[in-house]
């Protein structure tokens, strides 16, 4: 996959938004309605992200989602989810909730292991890769392997995969907001359209979620 640049990523920001401008975003379409929705923050407007390490779209993603997540306002809360059922996603999602109950995962850490997955090409399919992988990215190893193998991650793991049920998640990325709807870059883009400028669109249909649910309004 080629890398973005700064310029394309800043053409992007300003291309998608205005292809959405035409006309507000249409259920069904850019976002759908969620039949059950999965528990969320209390009196937080909750947006959560769904992925996996190894997915190239997940990855192509997280930047855009990073700046969006920064500028977000005080009444909106956001969290990651990682998914997916083979055993390579079982570790994955282990080292996720191992770092972020260590406190270890910040933006630096989470970036740091797309990139060792999707440029330098590093393979994590057991405990000790993903144990070596960490401390490369400065992790305290020994209190790593601790929180690595605490019973309650297992818990965690089964909270992950029940909230993904709940959203209907069958593709990555993907974003609920407020427990009520689901978009994606691939529902919000159009096909022919770079995937900068897909994950734009749904961030642009993720702020219009964002007011819709401020605003108590439920379609």
């Not at 083979?86 to 999602?93: A, E, F, I, P, S």
């Not at 909730?97 to 440029?119: C, D, K, S, W």
């Amino acid at each position: 996959m080629k890398r973005r640049t700064a310029t394309q990523a800043l053409v992007a920001a300003c291309v998608a938004p205005a292809a959405l401008a035409q006309g507000r975003p249409v259920e069904g379409r850019q976002y759908a309605r969620l039949g059950q929705a999965p528990p969320g923050t209390a009196g937080k407007i909750e947006v959560i992200e769904f992925f996996f390490y190894m997915c190239p779209h997940c990855n192509a993603f997280d930047p855009l989602l990073e700046a969006w997540v920064h500028q977000l306002p005080a009444d909106v809360s956001f969290r990651r989810v990682p998914v997916g059922v083979t055993l390579m996603h079982k570790l994955h999602q282990r080292m996720f909730y191992a770092l972020e109950a260590m406190g270890a995962l910040t933006p630096q850490v989470h970036a740091g292991i797309f990139n060792a997955f999707h440029r330098a090409g590093i393979e994590a399919n057991d405990e000790a890769a993903i144990v070596a992988l960490v401390g490369k990215l400065g992790v305290d190893t020994a209190k790593f392997k601790a929180a690595f193998n605490a019973f309650g991650i297992q818990a965690r793991l089964g909270q992950g995969a029940a909230l993904a049920q709940a959203a209907g998640i069958d593709t990555v990325p993907a974003l609920v907001v407020a427990g009520r709807w689901r978009t994606s870059p691939s529902m919000a883009g159009t096909p022919g359209q770079s995937e900068a400028v897909q994950g734009q669109q749904a961030l642009a249909v993720a702020d219009f979620l964002v007011k819709q649910a401020r605003s108590g309004k439920t379609s």
